[in-house]
């Protein structure tokens, strides 16, 4: 219960005793308080913009350039993850490497996310015989593990970084318009779209502009699960030479070129990307995590 | 310390010298199987004269007797030639264009009857005039063939077109088996998919895609061969698989070939355990420019990507992480026909200053007007070395501002891209296997005479210095109009960049001799003269 008070020299009054409003700091502060391994992923994230962002400034080297006086050197204040058989910086190579990892798992998973999400709410919306077939198209695409599907869409596309995200956007459709779906059925039955029908709207603005908005929680949830899921299986397509090609620098790439051969007698080759994969899958993973629990009205007051 | 490293090098030095001694003078011991790794999944059959892979010799070889071979004791040697079937090399007849064969008559087939000139004579006709319905892979290398005949049942002679120093090596081709007549007249095709031969091994089974075995053929010719009571090769394409393998001892040798850091690893885990033999490989890949593309029908261009490319600073880098080492041009380094480093070095691609060459690489593209020259490589998604040297040659022609994408598919749409003209730049590969300069060099005719050049341009004149050059017998003069087809080739049309030569490295458990390495993967595999120290 708030109370309301007059100041005695001015005579105005003052809402002091009142809850002062939360401002964007605020939650800031309190999300960090409240999911510290979340803020340590968007931290991650953070630093993964920031590194691709500045990647010519922060890298020392071309990360495409051959340096054949300086093949497989062990880290030293000169390479500081060392150099791959090429006799490229490892660490600049990482940093470019960044680039392609948003490129690639950004733009895969708003692809796959965005349609996914219009497909969803629309099969929801329409539902009978159109539910019904594009529910079983997605059980087809859905019975192929993401990799797998991915792999298919490259085998018949070609390699490259535009293939690769085509690639992962399909699989990332049906795994959107799924979930998306469960949520929309629920917000058909709410009287507003009704009231939007009889009002005369057509189907794409009930759908965009009065469901799609409606369903935006879970959505995003998922979305950064996909940036995760988008980053690994680009690193899992160039581990098997059917992701982005050399000298484009790209961390799967850069593992499927050192981790057989080299893998013992210069493990850096190896090692440094296999921990840039790891650290932006976790960061993504945790902050998506946190963004679940804090977006969620049941998991918010836990 | 020095005292100590002198007394241990000194040490090593003695120890290998007694163990070179015996070695040299060991005596082949008899028995065993041996068991070799095959780097490929299967052969597409089992028929010689149809296939023109590796994987069909690996596993065929031994069941099959040949003409004439390179020397099994030597066979490095790119001009000595030795009898198989035959009881003696001939001497040309007829001004050069006829040899005279001799065929052995203490010959038996694996089914017990007697092998006669007949089933060579057939065999040949066969190789060289298929007859309609069946395939004969190496047809174009016997051009100069006019007529097999059998003048008595102990002789073929073939009678030739024109005189060539290209016959004798292109008859010791290892994919031209003995067939037996009788066979070939109720089946043509009998020997896609099955064995029967007069070889050292008598064919015994066969897993698809998982072994092939053979066991000793009591009445081999070649008295006292084969040494081994078996053999098993193991089909295994994962190149893990096979190092494995080898470490292991569930395997005893793999005969392609491996890249420096399988060799390196192994050496270093199984040392005294396992032998390196290496060689330079007839095989190479070549940059072939489309030229019905703008810009690449332009000579100043093509030029330009020669000269961006520092062979002689790059081969020797290259060799530490991939199956390549000897700069050459289009001849085999190991051949008399070979150009010699001071030759390559007059040409484009080859100077000895790069930053010269690089310099008038970018004169070139400014006067062409393709300073910001793009384009896309295509490449095979096969690491060893293609993938490598896609990747050099990437980091080569940016140094002249030139900015390339690399394009990687599966061998079948690489070869479609090839075949289609549907690529800029591609990273192609001329693989040979008895050398032989005068043949090997047809890849790079035009199109219209030589179908496997993918470059599709028209040029009179490289036919011409070409034919010269085939029908010279002379070897100074041939020698001399080889290097004018080649200076015509890589530097006056740049028609294509030859990259550093491949390097054969056969890793072997050290137990298995007798074995010597070649230059190419398809010689010397009937493993007659191999034993195992055990």
């Known amino acids: 219960m708030s109370i309301i008070t007059r100041n005695e020299s001015t005579g105005a009054l003052t809402d002091d005793a009142l809850p002062r409003k939360k401002t964007a700091l605020d939650a800031a502060l309190n999300f960090i308080r409240r999911q510290p391994l979340g803020t340590a992923g968007l931290v991650i994230m953070i630093l993964m913009f920031v590194t691709a962002a500045l990647a010519n400034v922060l890298a020392p080297f071309d990360p495409e350039e051959n340096d054949f006086q300086a093949m497989m050197q062990a880290p030293s204040w000169i390479h500081l993850l060392g150099t791959d058989q090429m006799g490229r910086d490892i660490f600049s190579r990482l940093v470019y490497g960044a680039r392609t990892a948003l490129l690639v798992g950004f733009s895969a998973a708003f692809a796959g996310g965005l349609i996914g999400l219009v497909l969803g709410v629309a099969s929801a919306y329409f539902g009978g015989w159109f539910d019904l077939v594009f529910q079983r198209i997605l059980d087809v695409l859905m019975a192929f593990p993401l990799i797998i599907l991915a792999l298919a869409v490259v085998s018949v596309f070609g390699t490259g970084v535009f293939n690769v995200i085509l690639a992962i956007t399909i699989p990332l459709i049906p795994r959107c318009g799924r979930v998306v779906r469960a949520s929309a059925l629920a917000v058909r039955e709410i009287p507003y779209v009704d009231a939007a029908r009889a009002l005369g709207f057509g189907h794409s603005r009930i759908v965009l502009r009065h469901m799609v908005p409606n369903v935006v929680g879970p959505f995003l949830i998922l979305l950064s699960a996909f940036v995760g899921q988008a980053i690994l299986a680009e690193a899992s397509l160039s581990y098997l030479g059917l992701g982005v090609q050399e000298p484009v620098p790209a961390w799967g790439l850069m593992l499927q070129g050192g981790a057989e051969e080299y893998a013992t007698t210069a493990p850096w080759i190896a090692i440094f990307p296999g921990l840039a994969i790891v650290m932006a899958v976790l960061g993504i993973s945790l902050f998506g995590d946190a963004l679940r629990d804090a977006i969620d009205p049941k998991l918010r007051d836990r | ?534």
Not at chain 2, 144 to 158: A, G, L, N, Y
Not at chain 2, 239 to 266: K, T
Request: hydrophobic share 35%.
């Open chain 2, 1 to 534: 310390m020095y005292l100590r490293t002198g007394l241990w090098a000194a040490g090593l030095g003695l120890a290998v010298a007694i163990a070179a001694g015996p070695a040299n003078a060991q005596t082949p011991k008899k028995g065993g199987t041996l068991i070799y790794m095959i780097a490929a999944d299967s052969p597409p059959s089992f028929d010689g004269h149809r296939e023109t892979t590796f994987a069909t010799v690996h596993a065929t070889a031994p069941f099959y007797s040949v003409l004439i071979r390179v020397p099994p004791d030597n066979p490095s040697s790119t001009t000595d030639f030795v009898c198989d079937l035959c009881t003696e090399m001939p001497k040309a007849t007829d001004g050069g264009k006829t040899y005279a064969f001799k065929i052995r008559q203490d010959v038996k087939w694996h089914d017990g009857s007697k092998l006669t000139a007949a089933d060579v004579a057939e065999s040949w006709k066969r190789i060289v005039f298929p007859p309609q319905g069946t395939t004969s892979a190496r047809v174009s290398y016997y051009a100069m063939v006019d007529k097999i005949e059998m003048p008595d049942d102990q002789t073929v002679t073939f009678k030739l077109k024109y005189p060539t120093t290209a016959f004798l090596p292109a008859l010791a081709d290892p994919f031209t088996y003995i067939y037996k007549k009788e066979i070939l007249e109720k089946d043509p095709r009998w020997y896609e998919k099955n064995i029967m031969g007069s070889g050292p091994f008598k064919f015994a089974s066969y897993d698809i895609g998982q072994s092939i075995k053979g066991v000793r053929n009591p009445d081999y010719y070649h008295k006292g061969q084969p040494y081994l009571d078996g053999i098993e090769g193991i089909f295994a394409d994962k190149q893990s698989v096979r190092v494995e393998a080898l470490r292991g001892d569930r395997a005893a040798i793999e005969f392609r070939g491996m890249p420096p850091s399988a060799r390196d690893q192994l050496v270093k885990e199984a040392g005294k355990d396992v032998a390196v033999q290496d060689s330079d490989w007839n095989c190479g890949n070549i940059v072939s420019y489309n030229h019905k593309r703008k810009p690449f029908d332009d000579v100043r261009v093509r030029r330009a990507l020669s000269l961006a490319v520092d062979q002689w600073g790059g081969a020797p880098a290259l060799s530490k992480i991939a199956t390549v080492r000897t700069v050459g041009g289009i001849v085999f380094p190991g051949s008399p026909l070979a150009a010699t480093k001071e030759e390559l070095q007059q040409m484009a691609g080859y100077w000895p200053d790069i930053e010269k060459s690089r310099a008038e690489a970018r004169r070139l593209l400014k006067e062409a007007g393709q300073e910001n020259l793009k384009f896309e490589l295509t490449n095979r998604n096969v690491d060893q070395p293609y993938k490598f040297v896609g990747t050099w040659l990437i980091g080569e022609w940016k140094k002249i501002g030139v900015t390339v994408e690399q394009k990687v598919v599966p061998t079948g749409p690489w070869f479609q891209a090839m075949r289609g003209g549907t690529f800029d730049v591609v990273v192609d590969a001329n693989c040979q296997s008895v050398v032989n300069p005068v043949l090997d060099t047809g890849k790079y005719l035009p199109k219209k005479v030589y179908p496997e050049s993918y470059g599709d341009y028209d040029d009179p004149k490289s036919i011409e210095l070409y034919n010269k050059m085939t029908q010279e017998t002379d070897p100074a003069k041939q020698r001399a109009a080889m290097r004018a087809y080649e200076k015509h080739t890589l530097d006056t049309e740049a028609h294509g960049i030859v990259t550093p030569y491949w390097y054969r490295i056969v890793m072997a458990r050290s137990y298995v001799k007798g074995w010597k390495i070649s230059p190419s993967h398809y010689l010397n595999q009937d493993l007659a003269n191999v034993w195992l120290d055990k």
